[in-house]
């Protein structure tokens, strides 16, 4: 078991005196949220890159700024906006050493920070640097000799690569990695190749989609079972999340209890962010009665599922998540083909709107191409 990880994921600031800095005053309304309701229900804060529009000390400024009242620690990556001069020196000098780690251990998870954007030529001309190509084969490797769930951060999808991207996403599959933190598509899209999730947030800044309402992702992974719900800045807390089992759209290891249930008595867990002991939760299992949840560090509850899907939604205060349940008996677990395009966008899950998908692909590198 690698216990449970919580992490808060931004969209790319493009931070930038051209639109006043509005993701100025967005992070710091991010920073304010987590303080005042998250605290250490999250274990860190994460900006996927493309984080200074123009790579100027001004701009990277004005991040640090907003992000000096954090009370939780925070990582960065480089995007190719980063890269803009053709050096991230600028970058480099803006975020301390410690938030610009390559690799670290959050609560039984190794997580692994990767540079696709100093090996090109700028732009979108995304490379792994032969420094991480190898350090990725090493953590991999760390990561399972120690028991430990690899969770992989990158600014695009390997399917961005420009070169070697099916190579990677391969290594994150045979590498047992749960979930991949992403950028640059400026919407909020999921991705499952049938090995792994992938993650991406809207924009801070530019965004096209949902009336240009700015927030960002609460990710957790729960015993190797990653989910991924969006958060508006501002929306009501409490805020739910349904951590285990599986939805179906997120099933990476089908033949898992963990991802696929078997049918009968099983055991739905929830985190509740932004609430207290006190907090009244109740599950609903395939529109029967409401029943109370147990609570903790995790809340808790039996429910009955029968074969087929199951709807399961948790309810606190006046948030509610709703996820999809796949019951299989243990003669009929669905099978895991081999993987084609892994890493690639081909593999959208297309629209969740309870979890903040809206699968219209909205932003200047889709401009809302069909998938």
């Not at 975020?95 to 920070?113: L, Q, S, Y």
């Not at 995304?126 to 190898?134: I, Q, W, Y």
């Not at 961005?160 to 899209?189: K, R, S």
Request: charged share 20%.
């Amino acid at each position: 078991m690698s216990g449970t990880i919580s992490f808060l994921q931004v969209g790319d600031l493009h931070m930038d005196e051209a639109d006043g800095m509005v993701s100025r005053a967005r992070l710091a309304a991010i920073v304010a949220e987590v303080n005042e309701w998250l605290g250490e229900a999250i274990d860190f804060v994460f900006l996927p890159g493309d984080n200074a529009n123009h790579a100027t000390p001004a701009q990277y400024a004005a991040i640090v700024e907003a992000l000096a009242p954090l009370t939780r620690p925070w990582r960065v990556i480089a995007g190719d906006h980063d890269f803009e001069d053709g050096d991230l020196r600028a970058y480099a000098a803006a975020f301390p050493a410690t938030a610009r780690a390559e690799c670290e251990e959050v609560a039984g998870h190794r997580c692994i920070f990767l540079d696709i954007v100093s090996a090109g030529a700028g732009g979108p001309d995304f490379r792994v640097t032969v420094h991480d190509r190898r350090r990725l084969r090493e953590e991999l490797a760390r990561a399972a000799a120690l028991g430990q769930v690899p969770l992989m951060f990158m600014h695009a999808y390997p399917g961005d690569l420009a070169a070697d991207g099916e190579e990677i996403a391969t290594a994150f599959a045979e590498g047992g990695v749960a979930f991949v933190a992403t950028g640059h598509t400026h919407y909020n899209e999921l991705l499952n190749d049938g090995h792994v999730v992938y993650g991406a947030v809207r924009s801070t800044a530019q965004i096209e989609e949902d009336d240009a309402r700015p927030g960002y992702a609460i990710v957790t992974v729960h015993d190797g079972v990653p989910s991924w719900r969006f958060r508006r800045i501002g929306a009501p807390w409490p805020f739910v999340q349904i951590v285990a089992p599986a939805d179906y759209r997120m099933v990476t290891r089908p033949a898992d209890v963990r991802h696929v249930p078997r049918p009968g008595h099983v055991t739905i867990a929830a985190r509740i962010f932004g609430g207290g002991p006190e907090t009244r939760v109740t599950m609903t299992v395939n529109g029967g009665v409401p029943r109370l949840m147990q609570s903790g560090a995790l809340w808790q509850a039996d429910a009955m599922l029968v074969a087929g899907m199951n709807e399961v939604r948790v309810t606190a205060g006046d948030d509610s998540d709703v996820i999809h349940i796949l019951a299989r008996p243990a003669g009929n677990v669905p099978k895991r083909g081999p993987a084609i395009a892994p890493g690639c966008d081909a593999h959208a899950i297309g629209a969740w709107p309870e979890h903040g998908i809206a699968g219209t692909q909205l932003g200047p590198n889709k401009n809302g191409a069909p998938q």
